[in-house]
């Protein structure tokens, strides 16, 4: 079913212009991420339904969507009237814990070849003028920034030209890093466009082939491999079209076809985890099956007016042919996460909206079969991608509140669409903004955001929180969720055993807080000394007192006598946290002297990710025998 079309109107000045080329850099290099991560320690993974960070917590991701980056603008949206600090800090204080960016490939591409292009002037409101303090000509000193101080890292020294957008992506980061909140990337189209997500496929458009579009996703996993603020990427927004299209539309089957998304997610999924193991892989759904109505249907056919050949649903929400074709990497399903979209009679009125609808009405006529399943049955996490829609105070209101608690009971992670007021069939959280400058010292100067309260207040039922005292649980180990919430170690150590969470009903449990390394990311640890040490390799983990075993068990990083998925997860325990579960960990289940060397099987040359790697394409059966050869 066809979507109504998102609008992104942007902010309409004679400052507006569009870049197409490549940025002058100023005389400045461009910046590498800014927002390294000192600890590496939040990386997620998947156990059946449920994610969970490297100790075994029970996680919930949280979010909003915060479209631009698939726009003309190139920037999230309203960064031309608001300042980003000031944005991305009350996000934080009100509790979301991860943010979803539509992006275009066009602007990864050009990134990755180095021509990023100029933030533009309607995209963003930048200044700090003057940049330094002043002689005013009459004795006295005109204060940097009296003439304007918005979002003043996104202009050069001379405090007025703009940087570009990959050097501006990495100020986000760092941003969110700053209040706790985590990211990803969605691949909103090919092409930059402010209603791309309408275009079919992953391919086709601006240049972008299906090689192109792996290659600068793969590009920029490797960018951001050692900075767990980018935790996951979602492949493609909405995949779509429908069956008698033919090519032309996205399907869901066995084949090798170009246009098949299982085929062409599970080759980008596999390029992406061969440079970080660690990331998520959101896998959206398509927007029609074949139904099996008669036998010879296929896809490509004219549609029938009755027993129809096709199944439809929204774009992106179609997940009926991962029954049949689930999307299984070499590297195992670990890091896969399924995310559909759903919408409500705001966006489109479809059938099953046309009676009194409930939860198990929704539930039989379209969501268990469609998508629910996938978490209902504990196959793989979900994350509801997109969700949201106008406060009608009637059947839309009422879809969101069902679909909410369902969520919430169901421990399906979410993005809410979106924080944008400018979405043209839903709205967003953010109402109005204004942004005021009237003295450099003056503590009142900054963005004032108006929310839609009422819509907040029923996103905010499902945003993750202790159950009795309403702190909001941040995904960082370390750093807490904004002025009203907690880290994950924070809700570990003190919350999770006396109160738990809105999770599946406050239901309690013991937690294992991580303790980091906050003095280096790379450690190298030996077996002759209980010192970490820094050093500027990848990291790895080595024994230098190899004993003669005539019979190792290789694979058995954890000595239990099987090779098995714990030993690959203690691997990059071990190397992700060595004080706790390194040689000389202080957790009980740490890597010992043998298992570093039963564990080292590929290469040979110590434990590193490679190994991890190596032991869980053996029990796919991709190696025969371990060491590799």
Known sequence: MKKIARTAAAFVSAAVMTVTGAAPCFGQKPMTATAVDTNNDDWLHAEGSRLYDMNGNEVWLTGANWFGLNCIEGAPHYLWSGDCDDLVREVADRGINVIRFPISSELLVSWMNGEPPQLSGGGMQASYNPPEDMDDGNGGIIKAGTYGSINKEFVEADGKTLIDTERS??????????????????????????SGHNYNLWYGKAGITTEKWIESLVWLADKYKDDDTLIAYDLKNEPHGKGPEGDEAAKWDGSKDENNWAYAATKCAEAILDVNPHALILIEGVEQSLSGAQEGDYWGMPDRKTNSPYIGAWWGGNFRGARQYPIKPKQ??????????????SVYDQTWFAKDFTEKTLLDDYWYDTWAYINAENIAPELIGEWGGHMDGGKNQKWMTLLRDYMINHHINHTFWCLNTNSGDTGGLWKSFSYSINDVSDTSNGTTIVWEEDKYALLEKALWQTQKSGKYIGLDHQTALGKNGISLNEFYSSYAKTEGSNLDGGKTSDGKPVDADKTSTTTKV???????????????????????????????ANCDGTIDMGDA?????????????????????????????????????????????????????????????
């Open 169 to 194: 992506f990495d100020i986000i980061l760092g941003k969110l890093k700053k209040y706790g909140i985590k990211a990803f990337i969605d691949v909103h189209s090919p092409h930059t466009d402010n």
């Open 332 to 345: 195992g399903t670990s890091q896969i996460v399924y995310s559909p979209h759903d919408y409500g009679p």
């Open 526 to 556: 030996s077996s002759t000394t209980t010192a970490t040490t820094s050093t500027s390799s990848a990291t790895t983990l080595t024994s230098e007192t190899v004993s003669s075993v005539s019979k190792r068990n290789f694979g058995d």
């Open 569 to 629: 997860v203690l691997i990059m325990q071990a190397l992700a946290n060595p004080n706790k579960y390194g040689l000389n960990g202080t957790d009980k289940s740490h890597i010992t002297d043998e298992g570093i060397k039963n564990a080292d099987v590929e290469g040979g040359n110590g434990l590193s990710n490679n190994d991890a790697q190596a032991i869980q394409l053996y029990l796919l059966g991709k190696y025969k025998s371990l060491p590799v050869e």
